[in-house]
C-alpha cells in the first residue's frame, strides 16, 4: 500500500518548523534564520519513500500581524491547515521552560483555529537539546496538554535530529492511502526560482543587522540557462523600503553584497547541480510593503 497526503507545520516564529521540514526531508528546502519571520511565503518540502509521498506545508509565523503584508502571510497559515491531513504544532521548549509565560502569549492563539480544522494534531516539543535539566519540560509539557487534550506529545530536536523519527512515524499513520502526486526527484513544489530567491533573502537576514531584512525583498530579474555553456546566469535584485537603506545593505565598498552574493551563489550553485553565475542589485521602492499590487508580483498576496 502506498500513501500519499499533507502535513501543516504550524506554530510560532522560532519555533523551529523550517529546520524540522529540512531535517525530516535530509535536505535544505526552507530557509532558517535565527531571527523570527524568516519564511514569508508558504514552502513545500516533499518527502518520498518507498511507501509513502509526504507533503509538508512550512507555514509563515502566526503571530500579532499587523499591515497588509502580514494579512497575506496569515492567511497563507490558516490555508495550510484546513487541507493538511495532520497538523503538527511546534513548541519552543527551550524557551517557555525559562520564560514559561511566554507559552499562552505565542501558543493560546493557534488553540482555537487548529481545533477548529478537527484535524489530528501532534505537538512536537522542540529544542529538547537545550535544556539540560529535564525536569524544567514538566511545567511546559503540563500546560501543553491544558491548551491541546486531544493532541498527542512528541518530544525532538529538529536541529539534532533527536526524536524526528517517533514523529515521522506518527505522522505517517494519519497519512491517507493514494499514489504519489510528484516524481521522487522532486523535493519542493516551489520553483527552483523562488527557492534561489529565498536563499539570497537567508542571506542577507546573516548579513544585515537590525531590522534591515523585514523591510527587503528579493525579485528573480533574469534567469539564463542557455547563454553559456554550464552556467546559470541569474540577476537577481533587492528591493528595499527606505533610501537610506541602499547604502547599508551594499555595505562599505561593497562588502555586504559581495558576501551575500557569494555565499547566495555558492548555495544555489548545490541547488541547481550546476556553476552560477549570480548579479545582485539593491533597488529602492517606497511602501512595497503596503503595496498589493507589487505584493502579489513578488507572490506575496493572492
Ligand atoms: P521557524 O521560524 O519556525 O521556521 O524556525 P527556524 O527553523 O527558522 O529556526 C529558528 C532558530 O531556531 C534557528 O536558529 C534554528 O537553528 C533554531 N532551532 C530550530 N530547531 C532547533 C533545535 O531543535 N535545537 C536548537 N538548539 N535550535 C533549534
Ligand atoms: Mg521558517
Redesign the pocket.
Known amino acids: 500500500m502506498h500513501k500519499f497526503g499533507t502535513v501543516a507545520?504550524i506554530?510560532?516564529?522560532?519555533?523551529?518548523?523550517?529546520?524540522?521540514?529540512?531535517q525530516l526531508l535530509g535536505q535544505k528546502v526552507?530557509?532558517?534564520?535565527?531571527?523570527?519571520?524568516?519564511?514569508r511565503n508558504r514552502i513545500s518540502g516533499i518527502l518520498s519513500t518507498d511507501e509513502a509521498q509526504v507533503v509538508f506545508l512550512?507555514t509563515p509565523?502566526i503571530h500579532q500581524l499587523r499591515g497588509k503584508m502580514n494579512r497575506f502571510l496569515l492567511e497563507a497559515a490558516w490555508s495550510a491547515l484546513a487541507g493538511a491531513d495532520v497538523v503538527v504544532v511546534?513548541l519552543?521548549a527551550?524557551l517557555y521552560a525559562a520564560k514559561p509565560y511566554m507559552m499562552d502569549k505565542e501558543i493560546k492563539p493557534l488553540v482555537k483555529p487548529v481545533a477548529e480544522t478537527g484535524r489530528p494534531v501532534l505537538v512536537a516539543v522542540?529544542?529538547?537539546?537545550?535544556i539540560k535539566d529535564k525536569a524544567g519540560m514538566l511545567p511546559v509539557l503540563a500546560r501543553a496538554a491544558e491548551l491541546w487534550p486531544a493532541a498527542e506529545f512528541i518530544p525532538?530536536?529538529?536541529?539534532?535530529g533527536?526524536g524526528t523519527d517517533v514523529l515521522l512515524k506518527r505522522i505517517l499513520d494519519f497519512i491517507p492511502e493514494g499514489p504519489a502526486m510528484f516524481p521522487e526527484d522532486q523535493i519542493s513544489t516551489a520553483p527552483v526560482r523562488f527557492m534561489a530567491s529565498e536563499i539570497i533573502r537567508e542571506k542577507l537576514f546573516y548579513t544585515l543587522r537590525q531590522e534591515l531584512p523585514y523591510t527587503t525583498a528579493v525579485e528573480i530579474e533574469a534567469w539564463d540557462e542557455t547563454s553559456r555553456e554550464g552556467m546559470t546566469v541569474i540577476n537577481a535584485v533587492i528591493y528595499t523600503a527606505q533610501k537610506n537603506h541602499k547604502g547599508m545593505i551594499i555595505g562599505k565598498q561593497g562588502a555586504n553584497l559581495k558576501k551575500i552574493g557569494s555565499e547566495a551563489r555558492l548555495e544555489i550553485a548545490e541547488l541547481l547541480e550546476t556553476k552560477v553565475h549570480l548579479e545582485l542589485w539593491v533597488k529602492v521602492r517606497d511602501g512595497w510593503t503596503e503595496d498589493p499590487g507589487f505584493l502579489r508580483a513578488m507572490g506575496l498576496g493572492e
Open positions: 507545520l506554530g510560532p516564529p522560532n519555533a523551529g518548523k523550517s529546520t524540522l521540514m529540512n526552507a530557509i532558517v534564520s535565527p531571527r523570527p519571520q524568516t519564511t512550512d509565523g511546534l519552543d527551550s522542540n529544542k529538547i537539546d537545550r525532538v530536536s529538529a536541529l539534532r533527536q
